[in-house]
């Protein structure tokens, strides 16, 4: 008499069990489900390498048989790997081969069934032969075939450890539209002073080569030329002013701006201190009336729009005359990007004025400045804790009424450290692209560190241009 089937059901306790070869019986079987989400679709893609656009791009799949975006067919495969490794037979199950006929798409939305029934057993060399049949919520067959395994020959019970979480992060396209916009405007002449590091020289070329700048470099010509044969970097056609070493680089940069022979300049390996000390020098005539102050050209896909931050690298304690420069200049910045009337918040560490808290204080006399027109072309707003200035939900909760909060377009920070740490947070945690610059010059500086990635050089370099040309209109 035939042994009756059994249905293997999966443990309530979150620990794996598996079932060895002699307690298999053909017939027995076991069932899992999953539902299609496009983060699924999209996992397995970064996963597999496969970013065929049936899967990925909807205006394409609409094109298709299929009409809209499917499963990778592999996708539903892998539920059957996923319940022969985890279920049935479970863990120390050896897979040998697999056969599969896919006979009908998966859409987002679909609920798939995975059944796997043991549709045979060789009894001498202990292999397993199951059929595999994955349905739809309608019972329609999408995949069918056989799995050859090797079942486990002793049990195995096995509790799974946390696995990393993972988060699909959108990929953003702000450095890219902005490196295309700059270039439509045409290439600037730009001082690279000392660039004698591998990678401040090959982000100066490739900024060369994708039109945005056209450079002089500034440096000692043989420390130039060894650092571009060490890399098999090309100079050929590159302007080069040959000087001794990096202090003459940071001076002859100042001259050829005086002269009008650049419009900007960019800095190499030389310190920031050593550049801006002679960019700030009385007798280089560079300075304006305002302060000169950095700005970070922020974009992370936790926030729906780009922002800047203002400022993380000149002014390590500024006044509240330095402030109100601070945030004019980043209003001149967000009006050359295209934000007609930005939304500026004053951080503190919290959204009442208190007397003991300096920042506080000098967000509420910003406002006033602005009330009057001290400060203009934009709306400010503060002081205001980081959270009600980027989250409106924050805001609605601590009961903030505001034209700023959970909107912010420009976010002030109260000195240099904060600037530097929240810019340093969002780039090496929210995965942010950054471009920065400074203004109050007659000219924009690009100051790079060297921890930046290509990506923010380049773009870097972008905002740059948008800078320039504008100051031909209107200069600073």
């Known amino acids: 008499m035939q042994p009756q089937a059994t249905a293997v059901k999966p443990s309530t306790d979150g620990t794996m069990r598996n079932h060895t070869f002699s307690e298999l019986k053909v017939g027995d079987y076991a069932i899992m489900e999953r539902t299609l989400t496009n983060e699924d679709i999209q996992l397995f893609a970064l996963a597999s390498g496969d970013l065929n656009p049936a899967h990925l791009d909807a205006e394409y799949a609409a094109k298709t048989p299929f009409k809209t975006v499917i499963a990778h067919g592999m996708w539903g495969a892998s539920m059957i790997s996923a319940l022969l490794g985890t279920q049935f037979p479970g863990p120390g199950t050896i897979y040998l081969s697999q056969t599969l006929r896919f006979t009908a798409p998966v859409r987002v939305g679909d609920t798939l069934t995975v059944k796997l029934s043991v549709k045979s057993l060789d009894m001498e060399k202990k292999w397993a032969t199951l059929e595999c049949v994955c349905t739809n919520q309608k019972g329609k067959v999408v995949i069918a075939g056989d799995a050859e395994v090797i079942p486990p020959a002793e049990h195995i019970e096995w509790t799974p450890h ?4 993972v988060r699909l992060i959108p990929r953003q396209d702000g450095p890219r539209r ?15 002073v000392h660039p004698c590091n591998a990678v401040s020289l090959e982000s100066t070329l490739e900024a060369r080569k994708l039109g945005l700048i056209d450079p002089i470099l500034v440096a000692p010509r043989s420390k130039l030329e060894s650092v571009a044969a060490e890399n098999n970097l090309q100079l050929d056609g590159v302007e080069i002013e040959d000087v001794p070493h ?40 560079l300075r304006t009336k305002r302060r000169i102050s950095h700005c970070f050209l922020m974009e992370t896909a936790a926030y729906p729009r780009p922002f800047i931050i203002t400022d993380a690298a000149i002014n390590i304690a500024p006044d509240l005359g330095a402030k109100a420069d601070i945030i004019q200049n980043a209003i001149d910045l967000a009006h050359v990007i295209g934000v007609d009337q930005p939304k500026v ?49 924050a805001a609605r909760i601590k ?78």
């Not at 946390?162 to 979480?165: C, K, M, Q, T």
């Open 162 to 165: 946390d696995i990393p979480e």
């Open 178 to 192: 902005l490196i295309e916009h700059a270039r439509s405007l045409g290439s600037i002449k730009v001082a690279v």
């Open 246 to 285: 990096s202090h003459a680089a940071a001076e002859t940069a100042v001259q050829l701006v005086k002269s009008g022979k650049v419009e900007a300049v960019m800095k190499g390996s030389l310190h920031t201190d050593e550049l801006m000390s002679a960019i700030v020098a009385k007798d280089a005539g």
């Open 345 to 393: 918040a004053i951080l503190a560490a919290v959204e009442t004025i208190n007397a003991g808290m300096q920042a506080t204080l000098d967000a509420a006399a910003l406002c006033k400045m602005s009330d009057r027109g001290q400060i203009t072309g934009a709306v400010l707003d503060g002081p205001l804790a980081f959270d009600n200035a980027v989250s409106p939900e």
């Open 399 to 476: 009961g903030i009424d505001s034209p700023v909060a959970g909107q912010a377009d420009i976010l002030m920070v109260p000195d240099l450290e904060s600037g530097n740490m929240l810019f340093k947070a969002l780039d090496h945690l929210a995965g942010a692209h950054s471009a920065g610059v400074v203004l109050g010059a007659k000219m924009p500086i690009i100051l790079t560190s060297r921890a930046d990635s290509e990506e923010s050089r380049i773009a870097s370099c972008a905002l740059a241009v948008l800078l320039a040309h504008h100051y031909r209109v209107s200069p600073p």
